[in-house]
């Protein structure tokens, strides 16, 4: 099945705002993608950088059915760059048909025009369709993610 997918730009606040709102569907987290949403002039400005990617799966109706938020990490080491998936998500109903395989194929062309090295992804243990597409596209490694607040706990 061939899935319209567009890379959103500068312009392209109301159709972010959708995506947004696919994620917190598809997520069953509506209060994190919904209730504060940035304005349009944050939108925008994060939009047109070159170390943000947005990609939106668009179905039949112009709605958005699935998207991509990912970001570019200018490595230190090596001039080189690795893009990071931050979310993906397909709307219930588009799902088993394609939609995030295309997503994450088109990612890898801009990918491979940008130079990027790889791209890499986390996927939730238990979260036995992601890890499945995963490993379908790439090579899965087993680590640990930390997540380390800003304030630190004055307590221990």
Do not use: W
Not at 50 to 64: K, N
């Amino acid at each position: 099945m061939r899935h319209d997918i567009r890379q959103l730009g500068a312009n392209d606040i109301d159709t972010m705002r959708a995506m947004l709102r696919m994620f917190g569907r598809a997520f069953e987290d509506v209060p994190t993608y919904c209730d504060e949403q940035p304005s349009d002039a944050y939108l925008r400005r994060l939009l047109a950088r070159d170390s943000f990617i947005a990609l939106a799966a668009m179905g039949d109706d112009g709605g958005v059915v699935g998207g991509i938020a990912a970001y570019v990490l200018d490595k230190f080491e090596q001039e080189r760059s690795e893009i990071y998936i931050y979310d993906l998500a397909v709307a219930q109903p588009h799902r088993r048909q394609g939609v995030a395989t295309a997503l994450i194929e088109n990612l890898r062309a801009i990918a491979s025009r940008r130079g990027a090295c790889v791209i890499f992804v986390q996927a939730d243990l238990g979260d036995a369709p992601a890890i499945a597409l995963y490993t379908k596209l790439g090579i899965r490694e087993d680590v640990l993610h930390f997540d380390i607040d800003v304030q630190p706990d004055t307590r221990r």
